[in-house]
């Protein structure tokens, strides 16, 4: 992995705080105080929870840091029900056990109206809980997932796999070919997106050669990898997540695989994760999600969102689809519409509100979500990797169905 990754907890408590200007209130904790008073009520109080320490560091701090502008933005704009934003952020440290903890102190402690955040699906079954069922507070995951996530007052902005298999995969098969390997990390979104996947692989008219799953810290493939040649498989449909993502993609290119024509192809893969790899290990790399950089060549709202994000948090913690940044802007900014609509902040009111939320523009085009359904349709864009960039392929004609709960 890229040395970002690695990020140690001394070296993200000097960055973290000089460039949000937060106030440490514990281990893990900060706030971001409202910037001015409101006597009679007080603030709106938000919770973060997400990765600021451990191998997805990358990811929750730039979640942390898209909460952060948005939190800024909305109170320039006079807040919300005329009460400043007050934004409280926990570390999850991508460990379940010390995220239940930090979570508690939002709910407990700083008595948070919203959580927003978690990353991976352990995360996020891991903290629900002491989120929705025993801190009665309102919960939004970001992330792209698995789906079947269906608890109330959980309400999920981050792409499923219909969003992302439906149109992605017959492209895969036109594009690459009809043999296809599932190597995987051995967690939750592995298992589940690949039950789904496949039924799009075999309906049309694909063979999944090999379906696999590995230790999240397993660096060595060559196994896989002599599976893979020896079988001629068109398409390495990758669910094994850093750090062993890295380490695959590059024995794979040095089989040859690439060369032989072989296409990779991984769902997460984003502007963040392209760095991971030298250029030429992972060209042809095709994903699907709800944004990607190169759309701020075309989409005003895009360039301007990318712009404001590189101003205030330059560095390496980038505003990409694939760690949830996207999910997390969306997120705030129809919890946002719906706090405006319901005109009061307790979670009943909220959720009401939230359940057919719109927003005309944000990352990749507009969203709303599915009445009933606690899941949001948003544009859906297929991208290659040529030369370390993006390009995009294809795109969903308009706002794609979630096909969840």
Known sequence: MLDRTRLTRRRFLSNFAFASGAVATGVGSWVIAAPWANAAEGPIKVGIATDLTGPIAYAGNADANVAKMVIKEINAAGGLLGRPLELYIEDTASNESVAVGNVRKLIQRDKVDMVLGGITSSMRNAIKDPIVARGKTLYIYPQLYEGKECTPYLFCTGPTPAQQCDEFIPWLIKNGGKKFALPSANY?????????????????????????????????????????????????????????????????????????GGRLACVYYDENTLNINQAAEIEGLASCLDYFKVLTKENPFDAKIQAAYEKDFPGNFLFAAGSAATGTYRGLKLWEAAVKEAGKIDRESVAAALDHAKIAEGPGGPAEMVPGKRHCKMKMYTAVAKGGNYEIVARSNGLVDPKEC
């Not at 589940?192 to 799009?200: G, M, Q």
């Not at 590059?250 to 695989?257: C, I, P």
């Open 188 to 260: 939750v979104w592995p298992h589940t997106l690949n039950v789904y996947a496949r039924k799009v692989i075999e309906s049309n008219g694909g063979e999944v050669v090999f379906e696999e799953y590995y230790p999240l810290d397993q660096v060595d493939f060559s196994s896989t990898v002599n599976r893979i040649i020896s079988n001629k498989v068109d398409v390495v449909f990758n669910t094994v997540i850093p750090p062993g993502v890295g380490p695959f993609f590059k024995q794979l290119y040095e089989a040859g695989f690439l060369k032989s």
